[in-house]
């Protein structure tokens, strides 16, 4: 790439993706995906962002409004000061500001893919991929019946996935799990409780010891390190940590603390995917398993999404599910499992781009940021 590659703008879109049926957790029931993406423009290239935060505060702090702002009057114009489309300049440039890691990332996922297009690298190359495909893995909602659950559980086997993970929660965990387990046998089961218990809960969490899980993800508050810590010496289920990962510093903490046994990378939560592939190096020097976690992506997240997750300490199914899990109809080219694995795309950058018209059709708003543009005071 030639030293004259300069950024000329930023484009902020907001879009409102429609979901396949409702997805409902313990933060609540979702209907539609309110989705932030990215597009920076150099002089070479263009790169593709996409920010995870949801649309009100509660699995995160970040929420898609705060963002929107934060982005246009903050970070936005920090890095287009900069000009240079140097993807590790990125979360120096924004360090001055608290949190917003999702929107952080995102920025970051967007000037990696300008300069990787430029370069003509793939995603999975910069990160170091060693594997040309992963294993595909489905969450599954909390639903209004345990009958409709095990209905739907069966299609998600059916259509190949390798791993099922189910979202409980207090009054929804222990027959829900009996009943998949009862079903279908011998399958990859792990649950994720959202942080909706406390360790007062630890007795009735050790009742899931039973079912030969994988794992349990974030059963207490993401604050709730040290709880873990007590939670996982009591429970014979390894505690997996989700919201209490926030960086490679934070998933040293936990581990050295005994607070959890496997980790759950989301590139979103982190900061970006520079930072999760630093969290999966702390993790494989210390000999701890890791999976990449999904947040409802759209093609773009969700083929970056792939690349992270064939890295070699990736030894469990992740989140990466096809297109079809939720949206009819993806921004991009759909995502697909073919034998029970979404292959790492190989293009240059994230390797797929969205659909023009049909970006338009769900876009919200759309602003422009020019690069002569000046950050807010």
């Known amino acids: 790439m030639a030293e004259g590659n300069r950024l000329r703008g930023i484009e902020v879109r907001q879009v409102r993706m429609p979901l ?15 989705v932030i993406l990215l597009r920076a423009v150099s002089d070479e ?14 699995y995160a702090p970040e929420y898609v409004g705060a963002a929107l702002l934060t982005l246009r009057d903050y970070f936005i114009p920090a890095i287009l000061d900069q000009s240079i489309v140097d993807p590790a300049l990125v979360a120096p440039a924004l360090d001055l500001w608290k949190g917003y ?3 952080k990332g995102a920025l970051e996922m967007a ?12 995603f999975g190359e910069a990160l170091g991929a060693v594997h040309a495909r992963v294993p595909a893995g489905v969450s599954v909602g909390i639903m209004n019946t345990v009958d409709e659950l095990v209905e739907t559980v069966g299609g998600y086997l059916d259509e190949g996935y390798q791993r099922i993970k189910l979202k409980i929660e207090p009054g929804w965990d222990l027959e829900p799990v009996r009943r998949i387990r009862d079903a279908f046998g011998a399958i990859q089961l792990q649950v994720d409780a959202n942080a909706a218990y406390t360790l007062g809960d630890a007795n009735h969490l050790r009742k899931l010891d039973a079912f030969d899980l994988l794992l349990i993800e974030q059963p207490l508050g993401d604050e709730d390190v040290l709880a873990h810590a007590e939670l996982a010496r009591r429970l014979e289920t390894p505690v997996c940590l989700d919201e209490s990962i926030t960086s490679a510093r934070a998933a040293a903490d936990a581990i050295s603390l005994g607070a959890c046994s496997i980790v ?16 999966h190096d702390v993790c494989v020097a210390h000999g701890v398993p890791v999976w990449c976690g999904g947040m409802v992506e759209t093609g773009l997240g969700r083929s970056a999404n792939a690349a992270l997750a064939a890295l070699p300490g990736m030894t469990l199914p992740g989140d990466v599910s096809a297109s079809s899990r939720f949206y009819t109809e993806d921004l991009t080219e759909p995502v697909v499992i073919e034998d029970g694995h979404v292959a790492v795309p190989t293009g240059p950058g994230l390797g797929v781009v969205p659909d023009a018209g049909r970006l338009d059709a769900v876009t919200v708003s759309s602003e422009w940021i020019p690069a002569n543009r000046r950050l807010a005071s």
Do not use: H
Not at 112 to 117: E, G, Q
């Open 20 to 34: 396949v049926s409702p997805f409902r957790t313990s933060f609540g029931t979702q209907t539609t995906k309110d």
């Open 111 to 122: 000037i990696l893919d300008a300069r990787l297009r430029a370069t003509g690298q793939s």
């Open 101 to 103: 890691r999702m929107s």
């Open 264 to 279: 759950n990378i989301k590139a979103g939560r982190v900061g970006g995917y520079l930072e999760a592939r630093r969290v």
């Open 45 to 58: 290239a263009e790169g593709w962002g996409e920010c995870v935060a949801g649309s009100d505060p509660l």
